[in-house]
Structures are given as C-alpha cells and as structure tokens.
Nanobody, 129 residues
Framework: QVQLVQSGGGSVEAGGSLTLSCSVT????????MGWFRQAPGKEREGVAA???????TITDSVKDRFTVAQDNTKNTLYLHMNRLKPEDTAMYYC???????????????????????WGQGTQVTVSS
C-alpha cells in the first residue's frame, strides 16, 4: 500500500548539514501521516519528526532547534533537513508512513511502530567529532 525509497545521508563532521529524502508512493487512497525515526546501535528507536495528515509538523525536543521536516506534495517526497549535526545524531534513519487521521504530535508517538507504519530502507548518518 505504501512504498518508501530513501536517499541522502552519509558521513559529515560535527557542525555540518545533511538532507534526507524519501520518495513516497501510496497505492491506496486515504489519509496518511509521515515522518522520520532513527536508531543508534544499542539504543531504542526514537521518533525524530512527523507530519500529520492535517499538515501539522513536529520535531522531537532533542533536535528541535536543528532539524526540520518538510513535504513536497508535487513530488511525493518527504525531507529531513539536519543542521549543526552532532556525534550523538549518528544513527540509521528511516522514513515512515501510516494510514490514519493523526496530528503530527500523535503521529510522532507511533512513527516507528512496525505494525502501524511502513518504512523506507534506512540510511546511515554518521557524524564525526
């Protein structure tokens, strides 16, 4: 029903910037929320950003002043712009989408649920100090 293909990511020095992209294809009509989560080695998944089906957006507090999320509806593409990156941002990043009527704040809580969302293939972000 939902296919997500990611691009971007890579390695950068602390203080640098990266943009992740996610091309989203939806085969079934309906209301969808989207977003990003990450998982660092040995750590739990963490919701990073979300866009509700109402167009609202939210960023998790730990990166709120450095990351932004955006959606280009004409290109069916989701973006995560990451600025002033820190070594602790090193992780595998995934874009995610799910079907439902959720605000961004509600969506962020379940953005990494394997039963409620579909995921992109993941992309590694490595920030060196």
């Amino acid at each position: 029903q939902v296919q997500l293909v990611q691009s971007g990511g890579g390695s950068v020095e602390a203080g640098g910037s990266l943009t992740l992209s996610c091309s989203v294809t939806i085969d079934r009509s309906g209301q969808y929320f989207m977003g990003w989560f990450r998982q660092a080695p040995g750590k739990e998944r963490e919701g990073v950003a979300a866009i509700g089906n109402d167009g609202s957006t939210t960023i998790t507090d730990s990166v709120k002043d450095r990351f932004t999320v955006a959606q280009d509806n004409t290109k069916n593409t989701l973006y995560l712009h990451m600025n002033r990156l820190k070594p602790e941002d090193t992780a595998m990043y995934y874009c995610s989408a799910g079907r439902g009527l959720l605000t961004a704040i509600q969506a962020l809580r379940i953005i990494y649920s394997p039963t409620l969302t579909s995921w992109g293939q993941g992309t590694q972000v490595t920030v060196s100090s």
